[in-house]
């Protein structure tokens, strides 16, 4: 790449300063068609265009809903017991 400004071989350790060091400017994201993505060429506005079209296809095709199970009546009984004969063995 060279400098806009004084047309010095601008290495990659010295970008995007030249040696009169001024910093180059830099172009950004430039809109591009790209055939790597689906079957046709598709229109890559911004990187989430990108990200977006390269998402796997199943990814949000369905939702899975994990149901609790079912527990005795006398589950959260137990439980707090064993909480409590732990913190007493604990603090012994």
């Avoid at 004084?6 to 591009?32: A, L, M, V």
């Avoid at 790209?34 to 796997?56: F, H, K």
């Amino acid at each position: 790449m060279k400098c806009d400004d004084c047309g010095h071989d601008i290495q990659i350790g010295e970008w995007p300063f030249c040696n009169h060091g001024r910093p180059t400017p830099s172009k950004g994201f430039e809109p591009y068609w790209d055939e790597n993505i689906a079957t046709e060429p598709v229109w890559i506005s911004d990187p989430g265009d990108r990200n977006q079209r390269m998402r796997p296809h199943w990814e949000n095709d369905h939702m899975v809903h994990v149901q609790p199970r079912e527990r005795p009546d006398s589950y959260f009984k137990d439980l707090a017991e064993r909480r409590e004969e732990r913190r007493k063995h604990a603090t012994k």
